[in-house]
């Protein structure tokens, strides 16, 4: 899960404005029901490839079964089974990882998890060795010729290891060519390895600052020295660097010390166009340690309800079973990422949608629910799902993407991650206005939530995409409230193994918002509409493309 916010519907207001004649009603004591199983100790944080993926996809199974649904994966023998099968890359590590770094003419030694996090090679080799690399800052590592931009200026960075900034030029100051305090895709971690590929460098170590990065070090932490998956690629050197890794803020900040150089300054410089690469006179990288490189599957697991007129036409829920397994234990020795909030709450309510739309009369448009494997490692199984469709783009209504429920009880508002400018949005907006609800935009737009879910590999194929949000606005303390529970479940809780159920959760806010969201899913599927992307959107173009299918 990449961002969400911990509130729900407003119930008092559904109340006074009424839901619609004969809508379903979803329990929040079924989503609870869930959530305390998924995220059960005896699940051991959900892993793919892992005992904790059979437990899970068994789950989901049985529970897309009993809640009326169809298998609607892989066809096999002629038949829909209830999975769908996900080759990925794995890449683990083996032993020690041992770090130095020389500067001034000293060595020392870096613990990883502490000073630096780095990501098991995904380049297909089974020991990465880097012997005294020259270090380069590089800004924030964008290469943008549509926005004039160009960080590189013809650098050589073969052989080199870069330092690369977090987030985008104009995130300090929220004014300039990349969206202002709204994340780009240039600001995305993801972004920066893959430009370290196409650059021919070592690698990129990005370095963290909480802010711009939008959360804390343990969140680094927790999630780059556990094992890393990839979807399989026939040349995995083009996508990826053999190093990927994070550096603490105060390391990077001693380094460039020692090379005479001021790391405020040349941040202030970076977010400049005139921005020229800076070597770190004296100070060089080394790193060994072995790789643990394998194939496996994994499973998403998908359930259907068939549409009685138009069939080959779908409305798609999404939301992620997986989590970050068994990792680094925290300070109280806990090592299981039970990831009660990430994401057994939204698996939990696409259970109970799933079965609320069951109840109903068969739709005219299919609906697909869709429990997507290895989120966590980088949408890879939504990724999958949108390379390899089982039911056709062109005519996909929509996809409805659910990462985290709300937990702190009803809300005046709800939100989106990232805002898209869509259709979709605004028919969600439509139907929450007539439950008394509001829509507030993405609070925190410098987090990039837009790139950090499952609907963002649907979306930028051009499938009209949104993952929903509950709003900030508590019915039970307001703002105030909302934003406090928000800020302490990012710092203390998100990729942590504190992210366990509470039995102090109020979840008649996520069931609230699960019935806005199968009204949402239920008027597309009754209906002749296409949502669409507005002018100006990225995604227009792709989506336009196969206009001709949709009529």
């Not at 021919?200 to 959360?215: D, K, R």
């Amino acid at each position: 899960m990449k961002q969400f916010l911990l509130a729900g519907a407003c119930a008092w207001a559904v109340l006074a404005l009424g839901v619609p004649a004969g809508a379903a009603e979803i329990d929040p004591a079924k989503i609870a029901d869930h959530v305390k199983v998924l995220a059960s100790d005896a699940f051991e944080g959900r892993g793919p490839a892992t005992p904790g993926e059979v437990k899970t996809v068994q789950y989901m199974t049985d529970q897309f079964k009993a809640a009326g649904l169809a298998p609607g994966g892989d066809l096999k023998d002629g038949k829909r089974a209830w999975t769908q099968d996900v080759p990925l890359a794995r890449f683990e590590t083996k032993g020690p990882v041992a770090v130095s770094v020389t500067a001034g003419g000293q060595t020392e030694t870096w613990a990883q998890g502490d000073q630096i996090a780095i990501r098991a090679a995904q380049t297909g080799v089974d020991r990465l060795t880097v012997r005294n690399a020259p270090v380069v800052f590089i800004g924030y590592g964008v290469k943008a010729p549509e926005r004039n931009w160009d960080d590189f200026k013809g650098v050589d960075l073969k052989g080199k290891v870069a330092l690369v900034l977090v987030n985008d030029p104009d995130f300090e100051t929220g004014q300039g060519d990349f969206g202002g305090k709204a994340m780009t895709y240039y600001g995305r971690w993801t972004y920066k390895y893959e430009e370290a590929a196409r650059q021919g460098a070592i690698g990129f170590l990005v370095i963290h600052e909480t802010a711009p990065a939008s959360y804390g070090w343990a969140t680094v932490k927790n999630s780059n020295t556990n094992v890393i998956f990839d979807i399989i690629r026939a040349d995995p050197t083009k996508d990826h660097a053999p190093l990927e890794g994070w550096i603490q803020r105060d390391n990077t900040v001693a380094l460039f010390k020692s090379a005479g150089l001021d790391f405020e300054a040349l941040k202030k410089q970076a977010q400049t166009r005139d921005f020229k690469p800076v070597t770190l006179t004296g100070v060089s990288f080394s790193t060994d340690y072995a790789v643990d490189a394998q194939k496996i599957v994994s499973k998403n697991v998908v359930g259907l309800l068939p549409g009685t007129k138009h069939p080959d036409e779908t409305v798609i829920y999404t939301s992620h079973w997986d989590h970050l397994g068994i990792g680094l234990p925290d300070a109280k020795g806990d090592a299981i990422y039970n990831g009660a909030l990430d994401n057994a709450s939204g698996s939990a309510m696409l259970i109970e949608i799933g079965r609320a739309a069951a109840s109903q009369p068969r739709p005219e448009r299919s609906m697909v629910f869709l429990s997507v494997t290895a989120e966590e490692k980088g949408l890879l199984g939504s990724e999958y799902y949108a390379a390899n469709p089982l039911y056709p783009l062109a005519t996909t209504v929509g996809d409805i993407n659910m990462d985290g429920a709300a937990t702190a009880g009803p809300s005046r508002d709800f939100t989106t991650s990232g805002d898209a400018p869509l259709t979709l949005q605004d028919d969600l907006i439509a139907i929450a206005k007539t439950r008394g609800m509001t829509y507030s935009p993405d609070p925190r737009p410098g987090a990039g939530s837009f790139f950090r879910s499952d609907h963002f590999p649907f979306a930028k194929r051009g499938v009209p995409a949104l993952s929903f949000g509950g709003g900030q606005d508590l019915v039970n303390g307001g703002k105030e409230r909302g934003e406090a529970l928000q800020k302490a479940y990012t710092a203390d809780k998100y990729h942590q193994p504190a992210d366990e159920y509470s039995p102090d959760w109020d979840l008649t806010g996520a069931a609230d918002n699960a019935e806005m969201l199968l009204e949402l899913g239920t008027k597309l599927a009754n209906s002749r509409e296409w949502p669409t992307w507005k002018a100006g959107s990225e995604f227009k173009a792709e989506r336009d493309k196969t206009a001709a299918a949709r009529k």
